[in-house]
């Protein structure tokens, strides 16, 4: 596999110094992360973030999430990509491979904690995800999003994703409905 980023668990990408001048490391996550990703994605639960996940996680849960996440990270399907600042765990993103006639395919995901949002960590994130994608061999990402979700869609935007359609009021949170909105990337790797 050709790539420029492991496959590994653990593996320090990059640091860089956000917008607000707070020192930022991106790495792929590990199994010492298991507290830190439930703290994190409790926070965002709690927050009413625009996530799919709409109930607090148990350890138990969190314990079964990142054995499936390895499991797949050693298998190549998968990539994950966490910010750490001062310590904290402060986002989560991943690509997983698709299958069958969608293994040209990556299916991106990618979730900030609040404070952490508006100082370019997501673009930095979205950069490197994309610059993995390429390594990995595949041809295409593809995201969905809340459509309300103003601030994610113009990150994606801006490093190249482009709406495809739409899911009319897929979606139902704090008593709306809300569209889901799908998007795509065709990766400069293209034959």
């Known amino acids: 596999m050709v790539g420029l980023v492991p496959l590994k668990t653990g593996v320090v990408i990059k640091s860089f110094i956000a917008n607000d001048g707070r020192k930022v490391l991106l790495r792929t996550l ?13 926070a965002l639960v709690e927050e009413g973030a625009e996530i799919f996940a709409n109930q607090k996680v148990t350890r138990e849960h ?5 054995a499936r996440q390895m499991v797949e990270v050693e298998k190549g ?3 994950n990509l966490s910010a750490v600042v001062d310590g904290k765990l402060i986002t989560n993103s991943s690509i997983t491979r698709g299958t069958g006639y969608s293994e040209h395919v990556g299916i991106l995901a990618i979730a900030i904690r609040d404070g952490y949002r508006e100082i370019g960590i997501g673009t930095e994130m979205m950069n490197k995800l994309i610059s993995q994608a390429e390594s990995m061999g595949l041809r295409m990402l593809t995201l969905t999003v809340f459509s309300t979700n103003n601030r994610a869609r113009h990150v994606y935007e801006k490093v190249g994703f482009r ?18 909105v799908w998007m795509v990337k065709e990766l400069t790797s293209n034959p």
């Open 30 to 42: 590990k199994w010492e992360d298991l507290d830190d990703m439930m703290e994190f994605i409790n």
């Open 62 to 66: 969190e314990v079964e999430w990142l």
């Open 77 to 79: 399907n998968r990539f």
């Open 163 to 180: 709406e495809v359609g739409c899911i009319p009021k897929e979606l139902y949170k704090d008593g709306k409905y809300i569209d889901h």
